[in-house]
């Protein structure tokens, strides 16, 4: 089946500084990757949707100078938290689908930053 | 618009007993419907689907859901639980209108005791 991984699992990182996650289709092409943040016995909330070759594009209230998303390439994604903040501490998933229609999102193992 | 109610945050319930983990949703167009299952700091994996067809649909640990069209929902059903079915479910859905993404329930977490 259709597996997407994430990199790193987790990460902690001080106040200030900046965090890069990957987020790779392994053995299919995602025309489409998606972003969401889940918060401790919460749902997941989507960040930002990213078509390769093209900008991103963010849901209502998420800071896009913040959370900088590039999709370079039709199996990487990456998403930046820049001068991350104790309060971006959060577990951030991502998923990949491809084509632009009905399809089956195919999600990440998620990655747990912890910003001290 | 399109939203997804999962009207318990937890259902506590003794191993082999059934289960029944409920949701609804709201949307003036056609849906396609979804069920995930999250285990413990771990990505989501999808559990089953309707995309059309029968309004059964079952996956391959013994789970089953059922689309109903008239009430809305898409409830999640198993006859008897495992201890390894200990996780937290999310309901989604996606809408012709809503273009093509998913909107998730707040979850569910199933807590199954021995």
């Known amino acids: 089946g259709a597996v997407v991984s994430q990199h790193p699992s987790w990460v902690i990182c001080k106040s200030g500084t900046s965090v890069k996650i990957e987020c790779r289709s392994l053995?299919?092409?995602?025309?489409?990757m998606f972003w969401y943040r889940q918060f401790p016995k919460q749902s997941l909330m989507l960040m930002a949707t990213s078509n390769e070759g093209s900008k991103a594009t963010y849901e209502q209230g998420v800071e896009k100078d913040k959370f900088l998303i590039n999709h370079a390439s039709l199996t990487l994604s990456t998403l930046t938290v820049t001068s991350a903040h104790p309060e971006d501490s959060s577990f951030y998933i991502c998923?990949?689908?491809?084509?632009?229609?009905?399809?089956?999102?195919?999600f990440g193992p998620g990655t747990r930053l912890t910003v001290t | 618009a399109q939203s997804v109610t999962q009207l318990d945050s937890q259902v506590p319930v003794f191993e082999e007993a059934p289960v029944e983990l409920r949701c609804n949703y709201s949307s003036s167009v056609s849906v396609y419907l979804f069920w995930y299952v999250q285990y413990p700091n771990q990505g989501l994996q999808l559990l089953l689907k309707?995309?059309?067809?029968?309004?059964l649909v079952e996956s391959i640990n013994g789970f089953e859901a059922e689309f109903n069209k008239s009430q809305t929902s898409f409830h999640l059903r198993k006859p008897s639980v495992h201890i390894s079915d200990t996780a937290e479910y999310f309901c989604a859905v996606i809408s012709n209108n809503a273009g093509n993404m998913l909107t998730f329930g707040g979850g569910t977490r199933l807590m199954v005791k021995p």
């Open positions: 053995d299919f092409q995602a025309t489409t």
């Open positions: 309707y995309l059309s067809g029968s309004t």
């Open positions: 998923s990949a689908r491809t084509g632009t229609g009905i399809g089956e999102q195919y």
